[in-house]
């Protein structure tokens, strides 16, 4: 049974950083596409940011480029999303999420249950 389990989240002041951790089980976690999405009240979830089976490809929203940062440790399993220099619109729920691999017809498949980032001004 994959289970994926987010922490991490919280409340900060703009311009401030959290860092959202993303625990994986049940899955072969080394051989897996990983990635962060948001939503935000009222918006479609989107994509933030992803991340190759062993960490030298990632992939950034432009909303977010330059100042998050996902990274992987496949011996701990563990998805990482360090987040600086915070936006009031970066506020939303942020899920962590799994696939079999980063090929582009291979869908995200198992998904966190989520965790709450609000990000004031």
């Known amino acids: 049974q994959v289970q994926l389990v987010e922490s991490g989240g919280g409340s900060v002041q703009a311009g401030g950083s959290l860092r959202l951790s993303c625990a994986a089980s049940g899955v072969r976690y080394s051989s897996t596409c990983m990635g962060w999405f948001r939503q935000a009240p009222g918006k479609e979830r989107e994509g933030v940011a992803g991340i190759s089976t062993g960490g030298a490809n990632t992939y950034y929203a432009d909303s977010v480029k330059g100042r998050f940062t996902i990274s992987r440790n496949n011996v701990r399993n563990t998805l990482t999303l360090q987040m600086n220099d915070l936006k009031p619109e970066d506020t939303a729920v942020y899920y962590c999420?799994?696939?079999?691999?980063?090929?582009?017809?291979?869908?995200?498949?198992?998904w966190g249950q989520g965790t709450q980032v609000t990000v004031s001004s």
């Open positions: 999420a799994t696939r079999p691999s980063c090929a582009v017809r291979d869908q995200y498949n198992y």
